[in-house]
């Protein structure tokens, strides 16, 4: 192995050792908020919440908390749409942006409000400062809100038994906010200001070169919105090439915070899910379910990319760095596919790469990670819950093995949890699998494509795949502003959020009124190695294998193809 | 004219898909 090699392994277990023992901390301080023992903003906190009318200790039951998030999201994709159709009108726009087409809108709106932050635009011309802050900035803060308040309320369900009420979501939502997201996000975007991601309110500058050109340098208020942009696993970036543009992420040194950031809270939820349950056993085996899988795929995208194209190769390219297409020099293939991984295996959807550059193999890793619901450790808030209804399953599986009732921590589970699991975990297939099927019968789908033959197809499972799961990153081949896609995919982002958490939140609801039974003889531990390959098992089977028919047309059959020396 | 009756179009289709969640909430309790 040469030391470019080792140094680019050692790049990478750095970060990860770096998140995962800074997970355990935060971890604990997040359980501190969720349960509400975090109180050093106490005053700031009933302000808000006596100026909106709130009573934190009125608990709400699964179909009120539900309906307090969705009420919260509705309204705010209405305002997001206003904003964006009416950006022109509003102030700080030194730029000139234009009101964005209505489906565009609808289609960036939508994605916004459910933390995929999908981007069929140029956020440097599109978007004005205003929108920018006061749109899609904020509409970071409250879609990661969400997350976690869900989260939250699916967690409080397996403390104890016999209650109906999971906690009050607009209590959790301002906590989430004030506690964890706005200071993260402050000290992060300090940091970053001093790697050198800009934050003004100053026009683009025209600058002459050597050669006595010009040319028009976009910036703007970046810092802030790059820091809760990755920190709340949003992904949405300033500008169009995203975190590959050196405004947002000049150097290495913010490229590793970039990427500890978005895995921080995540896998710190996996704790605070520990904590809160009071056996923190149960927080560790899901953080190791995670941990295992994220390491795996991130081994996967780092072999691929470093073993480079052999079709490239052949004409005479250095493949010492392996492939570096599409791929920024100061990162490097490491750290690229270390972030592709990480923003997959979360819902990220940043990119520091061009996942449409990747070798076949390399590729496959980010759409595997999304296809598998983004569990591994998933977004935030969403990755906790979503791994929970994949931890029910788990031990449906292992029942049915045994002839026991199935239970999870101490809550039995039963036919009613079962068929809401199954309901939740469907819609992801049902949008991925239906959406990438009408898109390649269509023409409008066809014309979209930047590619032919099987990597067209990955193209476009890789859209709607990211659009199911909330992820928002893109194969950047595909032209994504057009009717059908817009569109689509806004409804696909919808469902793939709203469609998942309604029954998961109904799923809490049941689990909240079951009795808490003690651990027996025969009850099946959930806190061992057992369970943990058990839960990858699940995961990997139910989650996965119903992609395989996809994968095997698109990345799969593009890989054989490359190593047979075919190209299309 | 046409950019006003889409721009009611997507409106509804945003915040009322998002509100008929609530429904389906209602479906999911019927389990």
């Known amino acids: 192995m040469s030391s470019d090699t080792a140094m680019g392994w050692l790049e990478i277990a750095i970060v990860l050792a770096v998140t995962f023992v800074a997970a355990v901390p935060l971890g604990r301080y997040i359980a501190g908020v969720l349960d509400g023992r975090a109180r050093w903003l106490a005053p700031v906190e009933r302000g808000l919440l006596g100026a909106a009318g709130v009573d934190p200790a009125r608990g709400m039951g699964w179909r009120g908390y539900a309906a307090a998030l969705l009420v919260l999201n509705a309204l705010h994709f209405a305002l997001l749409y206003l904003m964006l159709r009416l950006q022109s009108l509003l102030p700080f726009n030194p730029d000139g942006a234009t009101a964005m087409s209505p489906r565009l809108a609808f289609d960036t709106a939508i994605s916004f409000v459910t933390n995929t932050n999908w981007q069929a635009y140029s956020g440097e011309t599109a978007v004005s400062y205003g929108t920018q802050m006061w749109g899609l900035t904020v509409h970071n803060f409250v879609s990661a809100a969400t997350g976690i308040a869900a989260a939250a309320a699916v967690a409080r369900a397996f403390v104890s038994g016999g209650v109906k009420q999971l906690g009050n979501a607009w209590n959790d939502v301002v906590r989430i906010t004030l506690y964890l997201l706005l200071p993260g996000a402050l000290v992060f975007a300090v940091v970053l200001l001093f790697c050198g991601v800009p934050q003004t309110l100053g026009a683009a500058i025209t600058v002459h070169t050597i050669e006595g050109a010009t040319q028009t340098i976009a910036r703007g208020p970046i810092a802030f919105q790059e820091a809760i942009k990755l920190f709340g696993t949003n992904g949405g970036g300033f500008f169009n090439a995203n975190s590959a543009h050196p405004y947002e992420n000049p150097n290495a040194f913010s490229d590793v915070l970039e990427t500890v950031s978005e895995i921080l809270i995540p896998f710190a939820l996996a704790i605070a899910f520990g904590d809160m349950v009071r056996d923190r056993r149960q927080g560790i085996a899901l953080f190791w379910t995670m941990a295992l899988v994220l390491v795996a795929a991130v081994v996967l995208a780092n072999l691929a990319e470093t073993a480079g194209n052999p079709l490239v190769t052949a004409l005479g390219v250095d493949p010492s760095m392996g492939n570096m297409e599409g791929k920024e020099m100061r990162f490097g293939t490491p750290l690229s596919s270390l972030f592709a991984a990480t923003t997959t295996a979360t819902s990220d959807g940043a990119v520091i790469a061009m996942h449409d550059s990747f070798t076949p193999l390399g590729g496959l890793v980010p759409l595997f990670l999304i296809e598998l619901g983004e569990i591994v450790p998933g977004g935030v808030g969403s990755g906790l819950y979503g791994i929970l209804v994949f931890a029910l399953l788990a031990v449906f599986v292992a029942g049915l093995m045994v002839g026991r009732t199935p239970e999870y921590l101490g809550k039995k589970v039963e036919g009613r949890e079962i068929k809401l699991a199954m309901l939740a975990v469907l819609i992801l297939p049902l949008c991925i699998l239906s959406g990438t099927a009408i898109s390649l019968n269509t023409a409008s789908g066809l014309g979209s494509l930047g590619n032919s033959g099987p990597h067209g197809l990955s193209e476009m499972l890789y859209a709607w795949s990211s659009a199911a799961g909330n992820n928002g990153s893109a194969f950047a081949g595909l032209t994504a502003d057009t009717t059908l896609l817009d569109v689509g995919l806004g409804i696909a982002m919808l469902l793939g959020r709203f469609a998942f958490l309604v029954p998961v939140l109904a799923i809490a609801g049941s689990i909240a009124s079951k009795p808490k039974l003690a651990p027996t003889a025969g009850t099946f531990p959930t806190h061992t190695p057992l369970f943990v390959g058990l839960l990858i098992g699940v995961i990997l089977i139910l989650g996965g294998l119903q992609y395989l028919p996809g994968l095997a047309l698109g990345p799969i059959a593009e890989q054989v193809v490359m190593l047979a020396g075919k190209q299309y | ?31």
């Open chain 2, 1 to 31: 004219m046409l950019t006003l009756l889409l721009d009611l179009v997507f409106l509804v289709l945003g915040t009322g898909g998002i509100l008929l969640m609530i429904a389906y909430a209602a479906l999911c309790d019927r389990i």
